[in-house]
């Protein structure tokens, strides 16, 4: 009946008919097959009999499979890329090496499956091997890059956040609480992150020093002009490429700008031992002393300065988290 026929492919119901094709083959191969009753309903019956084989040759495609292979490489890359870069690197450092023995296990898995099935001479043994190595690069990539991203832009931010604010800081002088006046020394604010001075502080370009490796490291004295005697030198502007080598010379950041009297701590590690060897030259130079020299990125608004450095950060984890994964070529013909 039509109702048992749709009930199962179209192909078996088809194949139904393979004894009239035969019969209709038989007959359609004399000379004057033509001539008889019935030829063009034999024609029609071969016709649907080459139909039926072709179906049979063809493979069906497992949908499944195709979705896994697009997206689950990408997934990887930006959960491993997101574990690498952001706070939880910074505030659980072992929680995510957890994360990446756990990713590290599952790669190996899948290269252990994909032996396996190999061994065994199944048909999927090649689309597990794709699978398998799409899973590994995704993790290595978004691991390094994400690292990479972190030391580089993230951390300082994160660091940043977490240091100490002071406000209305004398760079030069301070009162104690007997009410005797001593140099402001560099050791009271060495957990500072940003600095807020009073209306006083200038950068005095007048003995800036610079250091050469490769490029010009510039140093130049945040002050207090007004302080006349037991003045300190801890304070100290910093900026690359910003000045003369052999000349007086500072015009890094912010120094000319009368609404600048803020400071943004150096966090570079590997900028900041050519910056102290910048400051023992201007302390020769200029016959001054920097007991404990801080280097600060002298600037207006430090906290606009910090969200637009986290801002930069965004914007290159959305430039790195492109979908490239997902365009890798698939073994459609594995499935």
């Not at 910093?238 to 950041?253: I, L, Q």
Request: contains cysteine.
């Amino acid at each position: 009946s039509l109702a048992s026929a749709l009930s199962i492919p179209p192909w078996e119901y088809i194949a139904s008919f393979e004894p009239f094709v035969i019969n209709a083959a038989n007959r359609a191969s004399s000379p004057d097959a033509a001539m008889r009753y019935g030829a063009l309903m034999d024609h029609r019956l071969l016709a649907c009999a080459a139909e039926a084989a072709a179906l049979k040759g063809r493979r069906r495609m497992n949908v499944a499979p195709v979705i896994m292979g697009l997206f689950l490489p990408w997934l990887l890359f930006l959960g491993m890329y997101a574990a690498s870069n952001f706070y939880l690197h910074y505030a659980a450092p072992i929680t995510t090496l957890l994360i990446l023995v756990g990713a590290t296990l599952l790669c190996v898995s899948l290269w252990s499956s994909a032996v396996k099935t190999r061994k065994e001479g199944l048909e999927d043994s090649f689309y597990r091997f794709y699978l398998a190595a799409a899973m590994t690069v995704a993790l290595l990539a978004g691991w390094l890059i994400g690292d990479m991203c972190f030391w580089e832009l993230m951390q300082p931010c994160y660091e940043i956040e977490h240091l100490a604010t002071y406000t209305n800081v004398n760079p030069s002088s301070e009162r104690q609480a007997s009410g005797e006046i001593v140099p402001t020394r560099g050791r009271r604010y060495q957990d500072a992150g940003k600095i807020y001075f009073d209306h006083t502080a200038v950068v005095d370009v007048s003995r800036a020093m610079s250091f050469k490796m490769g490029d010009l490291y510039c140093v130049a004295p945040i002050i207090d002009p007004g302080c006349a005697k037991n003045c300190g030198m801890d304070f100290w502007a910093v900026g690359v490429n910003c000045c003369e080598e052999d000349t007086v010379d500072f015009r890094c950041g912010e120094y000319n700008s009368t609404h600048a009297k803020s400071g943004l701590r150096l966090m570079s590690e590997s900028q900041r031992k050519y910056f102290r060897l910048a400051v023992l030259q201007a302390e020769g130079a200029h016959e001054v002393v920097s007991t404990h020299p801080l280097f600060f990125h002298f600037m207006q608004d430090p906290v606009a300065e910090v969200k637009g450095g986290s801002d930069m950060a965004m914007a290159s984890t959305s430039l790195r988290c492109s979908p490239l994964l997902p365009a890798v070529p698939l073994p459609l013909d594995s499935l």
